[in-house]
C-alpha cells in the first residue's frame, strides 16, 4: 500500500469518527435540551466543524508531499578513533 493510499484511508477514518461524534453530540443536545447550554449546539459545531477541517488540511498536506528520498551513501569513509597516532617519515616506534 503506498503512502497516499495510507494517508487518505486514515483521513477517510478519522473524519468519519468524528463525523460521528458530532451526530452523537447533537442528538444528545437535542434530546436533553435541559442539560445543556442555549449556544451548545453552537459551540459543538463550531468545535467539530474546526477540527474535521484541521485534519482535513494535515491529510492534504501530507497527501501532496513529496515521497522521502533516502540520502546516498558518501564515498568517503569515516572512521571515529578513541586515540589517534600520527607518524612521521623519521619517527621510529
Excluded at 83 to 89: S, Y
Aim: proline share 4%; glycine share 8%.
Amino acid at each position: 500500500m503506498s503512502k497516499k493510499e495510507r494517508v487518505f484511508l486514515v483521513t477517510v477514518i478519522i473524519e468519519a469518527a468524528l463525523a460521528g461524534l458530532w451526530w452523537c453530540l447533537a442528538s444528545y443536545g437535542m434530546a436533553n435540551p435541559d442539560h445543556v447550554t442555549a449556544d451548545f449546539q453552537q459551540v459543538v459545531g463550531q468545535t467539530m466543524g474546526t477540527a474535521m477541517g484541521a485534519l482535513l488540511g494535515i491529510g492534504v498536506m501530507c497527501f501532496s508531499s513529496p515521497p522521502a528520498t533516502t540520502a546516498k551513501p558518501s564515498k568517503t569513509r569515516c572512521v571515529i578513533r578513541a586515540t589517534c597516532v600520527h607518524l612521521d617519515a623519521q619517527s621510529t616506534l
